[in-house]
């Protein structure tokens, strides 16, 4: 069988995002009956008055806000402009359109003899009227969700990734069916693993296959395809049916990218990776680094001296504790960490943190609780070693091991370590190479889909884990 090339095949197969055409234009119609009544409420909030409903400086303005939030993308949920989501997109694009508005409003001193366009009116239209397209595209975004968590999948690919993808499922608790065609044919024997496949068969069965309903086939990046089966898939497609790739699928839904579905024409080809090429972004990161931090010393400082004292009434021994991490381009530094564990604890070798450490002291379990044991890390943000968001930097031996056993593992230091990141805040506190693992998933996409409002995001998830105690 013939194999066609990777990047003319699953790439193409790609192009078409999860969500239904008429998904956009319920997204439209939602648009336009909230910009309507949130006109009629800011007027009568403002003015104490009725709309005149045959105006038509309210039918231009409704159209405006709407070409906004056209040239923003903000219809199409399930994609990415610059690492931002449709929600966000929809806040940018009423900010650029009140702003572009209000000074065409001053320019031609329209606001003398129309109080539709009085600054009150179009704040407060603008405010509700985000509130009000943010929410229905986090609702529809969770109706599409549902509907995918109750469906039928066709998934092409290894029985390991299969068993893999259908464990995530289980673990969401979706009811969700899948079948599995692979490439060895010799590899076809049922595989239930826990009713997370429902059969198992090969690619040369896959013309029978194509010709069941489904909703969607997903596809492992790493498989070749035969000519044969992609004239199907287009078939399937032009019939209506989602074709994704396994690595897409759990980055649109899951915010992650196991290593496993992916391979080297995925980093060459795909989207994103600014925070590595673009000089822009990086500028912008180190500058609110180093703002934030100075911020963060400051307000921190009594607790740092409280922390300090009961350090040293706690135990012997030092109060800070320095260790050699990895850092951007594998680069080693010193990183400096509150002493939360009893002095000469790795006096037996270098080892895993655990759960119940009997190493830890009686204040280090309450600092690693409340994280307050990173602080001292703000020093190495400010020496320019660190984020203060990115992935978590891990020792140099434990580097070595976890490279040789996870694929693209090495991926996660062309970017600064940081004292929290999207893993730290997607997935429990765990000292394994298969948690190891998962948080590179978080890693990868943290690395492709950044953007200063996913740092943002992970600023507000750190603070509920720090105020819950959720720490380790």
Known sequence: MVKVNRISSINQL????????????????????????????????RLEQLIDWSSPVLYGLILVYLLGL???DTYQLKIQINGLWAPARVILSIIATSGATAIVIYLT???????????????????????????????????MWLKVAQSRWLVLGSKESAVEFGQECRSANQQTELVLLTENQDDTKPHLGGNILSCVGSLDDFDTWSKQPWSGVLIENQLG???????????????????????????????????????????????????????????????FDILLTGFLLLVSSPLMILTAVAIKLDSPGPIFYKQI???RKKQEFKVYKFRSMYQNAEQQGVQWAKAEDPRITRVGRWLRLMRIDEL?????????????IGP??????????????????????????????????????GASVEDAYHKLSYDLYYIRNYSLL?????????????LLGKGR
């Not at 969500?19 to 800011?42: K, T, Y």
């Not at 001292?376 to 203060?388: D, F, I, Y």
Request: charged share 20%; net charge positive; aromatic share 16%.
């Open 392 to 429: 978590r930097p891990e020792r140099p031996v434990f580097d070595a091991q976890l490279a040789e056993k996870i694929p693209y593992y090495d991926v996660r230091y062309l970017v600064k370590p940081g004292i929290t990141g999207w893993a730290q805040v997607m997935y429990p506190y």
């Open 225 to 287: 395809l035969p000519d044969i089966v992609v004239k199907k898939l287009m078939e399937m497609r032009l019939r209506g049916i989602v074709i994704d790739s396994l690595a897409n699928f759990y980055e649109q839904f899951w915010r992650k990218v196991p290593p496993s579905c992916l391979r080297d024409d995925w980093f060459a080809f795909t989207s994103g990776f600014s925070l590595i090429h673009n000089r822009i972004n990086l500028k912008l990161k180190r500058l």
């Open 70 to 72: 056209y040239l923003a």
């Open 376 to 388: 001292p890390q703000l020093w190495n943000v400010l020496k320019g070693e660190m984020s203060l």
């Open 109 to 143: 001193g329209l606001w003398e003899h129309e109080p539709l366009v009085s600054r009150g009116v179009l704040l407060i239209t603008s405010g509700l009227f985000t509130i009000w397209a943010v929410i229905w595209r986090f609702a529809i975004a969770k109706w």
């Open 14 to 45: 790609n192009q078409q995002p999860l969500s239904l055409r008429n998904v956009a234009v319920f997204l439209l119609v939602c648009d336009i009956i909230g910009l309507f009544w949130c006109f009629h409420l800011a007027f009568w909030l």
């Open 325 to 327: 991490r990895t850092g």
């Open 454 to 466: 996913l740092d943002f995001a992970i600023a507000l998830k750190t603070m509920r884990v720090v």
